[in-house]
């Protein structure tokens, strides 16, 4: 699992140029490029052409040539002791085989407390997280999100921040076992926590994108 934090990124190089370099070696592979099913399925059907079908298939893994299927919302959500775990957003149905899962969440705790001010502004005893939970594919009934786990925690708010950060967790599919459990049909859900009295979560916004493989 990767994480970034601060309020901006600059946007990394695609690692997709490596494909394109293999297969079109005379063409400018810079522009930054996300297939669709039918492309990846048209580039991998190329590379097989040039290398045996298990090799084109590590390259195109090894490229993070994926599907990206995106969701976003950018809505105020408070959450304290009283409503928590509360869900924030819930992706569309994934589709494909899940590679790989990025979350960017814009948020902040309650920018003050009366721990040991050592702790201000760190991750440490920082009682405002988010965690993941997954609806399995026909599951329409009510959910009940109180058996996540603090020790599951996808990202932290730092401690007695009250300005808003932005933090990217990037989750691979042999990270954690929620994103084994991700077949088609299911969704993720992005739960905001908060525990014990004075502390709240304060959710400005995320987006969760979710990287596929139609192979």
């Known amino acids: 699992m990767t994480t970034r934090s601060g309020k901006s990124y600059a946007s990394p190089m695609n690692p ?3 494909v394109k370099q293999l297969l079109f070696p ?6 930054a490029h996300v297939p669709n099913a039918q492309q ?14 298990e090799i084109a298939l590590a390259i195109i893994d090894h490229a993070e040539y994926w599907v990206k299927d995106s969701t976003s919302r950018a809505a105020h959500l408070t959450v304290t002791e009283g409503n928590s775990p509360h869900p924030y957003m819930i992706s569309n149905p994934v589709r494909g085989r899940v590679q790989s899962v990025t979350f960017t969440i814009t948020s902040h705790d309650q920018g003050w407390s009366s721990d040991n001010p050592r702790y201000h502004g760190t991750y440490d005893a920082s009682w405002t997280w988010f965690t993941v939970g997954v609806i399995e594919p026909g599951d329409s009934g009510p959910i009940s999100w109180k058996d996540h786990e603090e020790n ?3 990202a932290t708010n730092r401690h007695a921040v009250r300005d808003s950060e932005t933090q990217i967790v990037t989750v691979g599919r042999d990270e954690r076992d929620w994103v084994k459990s991700l077949v088609p049909g299911a969704r993720v859900v992005l ?3 908060a525990r014990f009295g004075g502390w709240v979560n304060s ?11 139609y192979l």
């Open 152 to 154: 599951e925690r996808l």
């Open 40 to 53: 990846q399925r048209h580039t991998y059907l190329l590379l097989t052409k040039k290398v045996p079908a």
């Open 203 to 213: 959710v400005e916004a995320a987006q969760v994108d979710i990287f596929t493989s």
């Open 191 to 193: 739960l905001v926590h």
């Open 26 to 31: 005379n063409q400018d592979t810079s522009p």
């Open 16 to 18: 997709l140029n490596f």
